[in-house]
């Protein structure tokens, strides 16, 4: 049986991401979103799961050094030549 991620269930786990590497770092949420510019509510929400912009993701994997990762992931994904689509 086809297992589907949903996007809430993406968002959320960006959201445990971003909280893991916070504490990694010993800061609160104010400290990170004064770093990236954004409001303590914006990743209030962001690690709840209710807002995950694009923008917001890149800035936050940035941050922590973690846009190769993320990058490379994309790009794997993209190298395969896959035409898989629900629309």
């Known amino acids: 049986m086809l297992e589907l991620v949903t996007i809430k269930q993406t968002k959320e786990e960006l959201g445990k991401w971003c909280k893991l590497q916070r504490g990694r770092f010993e ?35 940035h941050h922590f050094d973690d846009l190769e990762k993320f990058y ?13 689509s629900l629309y």
């Open 27 to 61: 800061l609160s949420q104010q400290e990170l979103a004064d770093h990236l510019g954004l409001s303590r509510y914006t990743i209030q929400k962001f690690e709840s799961g209710k807002n995950s912009t694009i923008d917001t993701v890149l800035k936050i994997a």
């Open 72 to 84: 490379s992931g994309v790009k794997a994904y993209n190298d395969q030549n896959t035409n898989h």
